[in-house]
C-alpha cells in the first residue's frame, strides 16, 4: 500500500522560511517524479514543483522560482520542499505526489497515482 505522509506546515511569518518532508513507503521511491502542488481556500490546486527520480533535475512554477527549491533522499525515501522568502500568498494545503511517467506530465495533477494527504502552511502578512 503506497503512503505519502507530509510533514512541517505550520504558521509563520511572510518573510519566513519553512521546510516540508514528506516520506514515501510502499513504492520504489528512486523510480518515481515527485511533485508539490498546493490548494489555497476556493482555489484550484497548482502545481509548486517537481524533482526527477534521480535528483538532479528540478522543475519550478514561475510563482515560485527563487524561493522555493526541492529535493530528495533516495536512501531515506524523502522528498524535501524548502520554501523561503514566503508570502501571503503562499498560503495553502500543500501535497507531495508520486508520478510514474515521463517529465513531460510533471505540470498535470492526474498523472501523479499517490497523494499525501497534505500539510497546512499559513503566512501571516
Known amino acids: 500500500q503506497v503512503q505519502l505522509v507530509e510533514s512541517g506546515g505550520e504558521l509563520v511569518q511572510a518573510g519566513g522560511s519553512l521546510r516540508l518532508s514528506c516520506a514515501a513507503s510502499?513504492?520504489?521511491?528512486?523510480?518515481?517524479?515527485m511533485g508539490w502542488f498546493r490548494q489555497a481556500p476556493g482555489k484550484e490546486r497548482e502545481f509548486v514543483t517537481a524533482?526527477?527520480?534521480?535528483?538532479?533535475?528540478?522543475w519550478n512554477s514561475d510563482s515560485v522560482k527563487g524561493r522555493f527549491t526541492t529535493s530528495r533522499d533516495n536512501a531515506k525515501n524523502t522528498v524535501y520542499l524548502q520554501m523561503n522568502s514566503l508570502k501571503a500568498e503562499d498560503t495553502a494545503v500543500y501535497y507531495c505526489?508520486?508520478?510514474?511517467?515521463?517529465?513531460?506530465?510533471?505540470?498535470?495533477?492526474?498523472?501523479?497515482?499517490?497523494w499525501g494527504q497534505g500539510t497546512q502552511v499559513t503566512v501571516s502578512s
Open positions: 505526489a508520486a508520478n510514474p511517467n515521463g517529465d513531460n506530465t510533471i505540470k498535470i495533477a492526474t498523472y501523479y497515482n499517490a
Open positions: 510502499g513504492l520504489t521511491f528512486s523510480t518515481y517524479i
Open positions: 524533482i526527477n527520480s534521480r535528483g538532479n533535475y528540478i
